[in-house]
């Protein structure tokens, strides 16, 4: 590969591109008249965002059809399916905007845009009955917040469905409500000891609105706030956050300040491939944030077209703990937008997990996985067994809507077409141990 790489001097400044400026791109002459035609019919209905970073270090322009990163980033045409894809080709045709808008809206709504229950069951609420919609709290000690200011990444992941759905608000001010709301949720429920802040990507904000939001965690002394952890591709995806951003020091000296004050900050890093973590920007990246005294852990889905092979996840962990992160999990791909395109059936996941947990050392068997996210919880599937003859699959609770669920055995009928958890049957007919408090759980709110 003849990618461009990052000196030592350079200060890169962020461009980013939308699908209207990405045919000015002298790679894109590369892609053909065609395939930019289909990205376009694709980009109306799922997002598309790129940087220079990810176009200029990362892809492989001499063969992009077969790049794992150049996939990840730039939408492909089978993300939709046929029929989607038809209805909004010919909407584009018409070049009536509104009805343009309205088409890609209805294929939206089709694709499932708020999985496993985060619209009904996670939406927290104050003692005063205030809703807290910048909140999910799901697990008892993990608490989501969602700052208004990071709801945007600086590049999509092409399968990702959590985009902005608010901009333009007058940022310090919003800031400082919601972090009054999030520190006085925790003083209401001490059992949480977790705040992770996602979004989009928090690392999206400058340094000085970011600090508005730790200030107010740190200053509030809660005493059971052990945990500060920042859900984050900028590792991965703009590593120039931490090395010459003009925020880059003030953010590493906020980060210096969490752990001084005795809180541990966890990265939670989202690497999709080994290819994200070979540059020396992101060498160095990892290194300065490492040195504020933040853990790196690190994160991905498993996804057809971009990873789907147990020996790339096995170079990708090793050269995450020789750089000091700590493997953390392997998702299976949410059943929302482009999983027809990205899944993976859970028989197969299971597969390429232990292919390459079975190839690593020790101290990259931390991750666990293959993991869905689903309604009653983190489920992972921990293997394929007999139980008295029978052919099942052996699934776990990582984390439960009860606490009482996780680390419980369970098992499922063989099912080698299922790619989630409500596609998968009780071994030996009934249902799931957990259905029935589910129910209970959902009726409750
Ligand atoms: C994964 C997740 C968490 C964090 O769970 P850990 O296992 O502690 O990392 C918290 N909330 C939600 C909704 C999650 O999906």
Same mark, same amino acid.
């Given at each position: 590969?003849?990618?461009?790489?990052?000196?030592?001097? /350079?200060?890169?400044?962020?461009?980013?591109?939308t699908?209207s400026?990405?045919?000015?791109?002298?790679?894109?002459?590369?892609?053909?008249?065609?395939?930019?035609?289909?990205?376009?019919?694709?980009?109306?209905?799922?997002?598309?965002?790129?940087?220079?970073?990810?176009?200029?270090?990362?892809?492989?322009?001499?063969?992009?059809?077969?790049?794992?990163?150049?996939?990840? =980033?730039?939408?492909?045409?089978?993300?939709?399916?046929?029929?989607?894809?038809?209805e909004?080709a010919a909407?584009?045709?018409?070049?009536?905007k509104?009805?343009?808008?309205?088409?890609?809206?209805?294929?939206?709504?089709?694709?499932?845009?708020?999985?496993?229950?985060?619209?009904?069951?996670?939406?927290?609420?104050?003692?005063d009955?205030?809703?807290?919609?910048?909140?999910?709290?799901?697990?008892?000690?993990?608490?989501?917040?969602?700052?208004? /200011?990071s709801? &945007?990444c600086?590049?999509?992941c092409? %399968?990702?469905?959590?985009w902005? /759905?608010?901009?333009?608000?007058?940022?310090?001010?919003?800031?400082?409500?919601?972090?009054?709301q999030?520190?006085?949720?925790?003083?209401?429920?001490?059992?949480?000891?977790d705040?992770?802040?996602?979004?989009?990507?928090?690392?999206?904000?400058?340094?000085?609105?970011?600090?508005?939001?730790?200030?107010?965690l740190?200053?509030?002394?809660?005493?059971?706030?052990?945990?500060?952890?920042?859900?984050?591709?900028?590792?991965?995806?703009w590593?120039y956050?931490?090395? &010459?951003?003009?925020?880059?020091? $003030?953010?590493?000296?906020? %980060?210096?300040?969490? =752990?001084?004050?005795g809180?541990?900050?966890?990265?939670?890093?989202?690497?999709?491939?080994?290819?994200?973590?070979? &540059?020396?920007?992101?060498?160095?990246?990892?290194?300065?944030?490492?040195?504020?005294?933040?853990?790196?852990?690190?994160q991905?889905?498993?996804?057809?077209?971009?990873? $789907? $092979?147990?020996?790339?996840?096995?170079?990708?962990?090793?050269?995450?703990?020789?750089?000091?992160?700590?493997?953390?999990?392997?998702?299976? !791909?949410?059943?929302?937008?482009? /999983?027809?395109?990205?899944?993976?059936?859970? !028989?197969?996941?299971?597969?390429?997990? =232990?292919?390459?947990?079975?190839? !690593?050392?020790?101290?990259?068997? =931390?991750?666990?996985?293959?993991?869905?996210?689903?309604?009653?919880?983190?489920?992972?599937?921990?293997?394929?067994?007999?139980?008295?003859?029978?052919?099942?699959?052996?699934?776990?609770?990582?984390?439960?809507?009860?606490?009482?669920?996780?680390?419980?055995?369970?098992?499922?009928?063989?099912?080698?077409?299922?790619?989630?958890?409500?596609?998968?049957?009780?071994?030996?007919?009934?249902?799931?141990?957990?259905?029935?408090?589910?129910?209970?759980?959902r009726a409750?709110r």
């Open positions: 590969m003849s990618l461009q790489e990052w000196e030592w001097g /350079q200060r890169p400044r962020l461009s980013s591109y699908l400026n990405v045919r000015g791109l002298p790679q894109a002459a590369a892609l053909g008249e065609d395939r930019l035609a289909e990205m376009d019919v694709v980009a109306h209905v799922l997002p598309f965002k790129a940087n220079n970073y990810v176009v200029e270090n990362l892809i492989d322009w001499s063969r992009p059809e077969a790049d794992p990163m150049f996939v990840l =980033t730039f939408p492909q045409r089978g993300m939709l399916s046929e029929a989607n894809y038809a909004m909407a584009l045709e018409t070049r009536d509104k009805h343009i808008d309205e088409t890609a809206n209805a294929i939206r709504l089709r694709l499932n845009p708020h999985p496993a229950g985060q619209m009904e069951l996670n939406v927290p609420r104050l003692a009955g205030t809703m807290l919609h910048g909140m999910q709290h799901k697990y008892r000690e993990t608490c989501l917040f969602f700052p208004s /200011q709801q &945007t600086h590049a999509y092409s %399968f990702c469905f959590r902005p /759905q608010f901009v333009g608000m007058d940022g310090l001010k919003f800031a400082m409500r919601e972090s009054e999030l520190v006085q949720y925790l003083r209401e429920h001490p059992e949480v000891t705040v992770l802040f996602t979004g989009g990507d928090p690392m999206i904000m400058r340094a000085g609105v970011f600090a508005t939001y730790v200030n107010a740190l200053e509030a002394r809660i005493p059971t706030l052990r945990t500060i952890r920042i859900g984050t591709k900028a590792l991965s995806y590593p956050k931490f090395l &010459t951003d003009e925020d880059a020091g $003030d953010m590493l000296d906020l %980060f210096g300040r969490v =752990t001084q004050a809180v541990h900050l966890a990265i939670m890093a989202h690497f999709n491939h080994v290819t994200e973590m070979r &540059t020396r920007a992101c060498a160095e990246a990892i290194a300065r944030v490492r040195a504020t005294g933040a853990q790196i852990r690190t991905s889905p498993l996804l057809a077209h971009i990873n $789907d $092979d147990g020996d790339m996840w096995a170079a990708m962990w090793t050269e995450q703990v020789r750089r000091g992160c700590v493997p953390y999990y392997m998702f299976v !791909v949410r059943d929302t937008g482009a /999983q027809h395109y990205f899944g993976v059936p859970l !028989v197969r996941a299971h597969g390429i997990f =232990t292919q390459a947990y079975r190839q !690593v050392s020790g101290l990259a068997r =931390t991750v666990r996985g293959p993991s869905m996210s689903a309604t009653p919880g983190k489920v992972a599937v921990d293997g394929i067994v007999d139980v008295a003859g029978r052919r099942a699959m052996a699934l776990r609770f990582l984390q439960g809507r009860d606490p009482a669920w996780v680390g419980r055995p369970f098992y499922a009928e063989y099912d080698e077409a299922a790619s989630w958890l409500d596609g998968l049957r009780p071994l030996g007919g009934g249902e799931f141990f957990f259905e029935a408090r589910l129910r209970e759980m409750a």
